[in-house]
């Protein structure tokens, strides 16, 4: 029982996952050309379909890269999918073997032998175009070569009977050939070829061959080669001592014009180092000066606002009637305030922006504490007086 249901999830796998039919249908048209027809045959790397060349109204065969193992079919049954992302690079170098497969068989067609006649890339996977006759197998070709005769014409090899034994015309004309007294035996089969056709390996066929005759200028011709070889030693070498002393005066010129170029290259870095250095020194003056300037505009500017705020201010502070006088010296202020029918001392200090902080009181201890801010022709802030403890608000104007 459990067999069978592992079967059958298997079964249901296959037809979720790797396409019930991986096989392209029949009707299926590629590229605008090929209409196929049926199933031709298969391997493990592609699927050979039985098609039509709708342009030609002729018959072909179809190859189609496809790999059961690692390939699936989408919802439609055209495009080809890879079921894991890890098989990606096998599919891509199984694919580029695929191409040259057709590169091989396009050779074949150069020849005038039947091969590839199309190639091309559709649905993520690679197609090619076979001729095809009803009823024969497609086959690869198998490759045959022909060797050349003296006369230029191919020439096939003998087989083994006509070049093992020879003729009753080549008996006949072997009669008085040194050697021909010799018994016959077979020679080798033909060994690698040559220009002229397959080169038997081993002595000749039909008996030893005659002896050319001896040179007796051997040694003269060895002596000859031997002098030309030292000759040649010689002049090789003239080259290579000349190369070389033409590269070393070549390396010494280069070495000088390098010194060269290398001290005009420091008194240039020094020149400019020099202007970076004076251009340096006279933007830090330009600064400062710039810097005294703003000092000496932002301290008039503070003395003007200082001489605004000297004056007499007049008011009621906590119901009784005052009058402060304020004069300006330096950033301190001092002056006298006349409050409740008497006079006291008035002494403190303002910043730039006219926030004061005084205090009003007679030689013997300070009466009262005030501070504020002066705006325009107005004095207001907050006034402690320390005998009573009030702390209360004011406002005087000038």
């Known amino acids: 029982m459990r067999v069978g249901r592992w079967f059958d999830l298997k079964k249901i796998y296959n037809n979720k996952y790797m396409g019930a039919n991986i096989k392209l249908k029949a009707g299926t048209v590629l590229e605008g050309r090929y209409r196929i027809d049926g199933s031709h045959s298969s391997d493990r790397t592609s699927f050979t379909y039985k098609a039509t060349h709708l342009a030609f109204n002729k018959q ?8 059961e193992k690692i390939n699936r079919r989408d919802k439609n049954g055209t495009q080809v999918l890879v079921n894991k992302s ?14 040259m497969e057709a590169n091989a068989l396009s050779k ?13 890339e559709a649905n993520n996977t690679s197609y090619y175009v076979m ?3 009803e009823g024969n197998e497609y086959v690869d070709d198998e490759v045959i070569e022909v060797l050349p005769s003296s006369s230029g014409n191919p020439s096939p090899q003998p087989d083994a009977a006509t070049r093992l034994t020879p003729s009753a015309d080549d008996a006949t004309q072997l009669s008085g050939h040194p050697g021909a007294d010799q018994p016959y035996a077979p020679y080798p089969p033909y060994g690698p070829p040559t220009p002229y056709g397959p080169a038997p390996y081993g002595p000749a066929p039909y008996g030893p061959a005659p002896e050319p005759p001896k040179n007796n200028n051997k040694k003269l011709i060895a002596f000859c080669l031997s002098l030309l070889v030292a000759l040649l030693l ?32 420091d008194s240039i870095n020094r020149a400019i180092e020099e202007a970076k250095q004076a251009a340096a020194q006279a933007e830090l003056e330009r600064q400062q000066a710039e810097a005294a300037r703003l000092a000496a505009e932002r301290q008039a500017a503070e003395a003007a606002r200082l001489r605004s705020a000297t004056g ?24 006298s305030y006349n409050g409740n029918g008497r006079q006291y001392s008035v002494w403190g200090s303002v910043d730039g922006g006219l926030n004061f902080d005084i205090y009003i009181g007679t030689d013997y201890e300070t009466d009262s504490h005030v501070t504020g ?10 006034w402690e007086e320390y005998l009573t403890g009030n702390y209360y608000s004011f406002s005087l104007t000038r």
């Open 312 to 335: 007499v201010y007049t008011g009621t502070i906590y119901g009784v009637r005052a009058r402060l006088s304020l004069n300006q010296n330096g950033t301190s202020l001092s002056g």
């Open 234 to 265: 010689i002049f090789l070498i003239y080259l290579i001592v000349d190369h070389n002393k033409n590269a070393e005066l070549e390396r010494q010129r280069a070495i000088n014009d390098s010194i060269r170029i290398k001290a005009s290259e």
């Open 108 to 120: 074949n067609h150069k020849n005038g032998r039947s091969g590839l006649i199309d190639y091309f």
């Open 131 to 133: 001729d095809y006759a």
């Open 86 to 99: 890890s098989d990606k690079e096998l599919f891509k170098k199984k694919k580029e073997a695929f191409r």
């Open 60 to 67: 072909v065969l179809v190859k189609e890269f496809f790999m």
């Open 373 to 382: 801010t002066i705006t325009g022709r107005k004095m207001s802030g907050w």
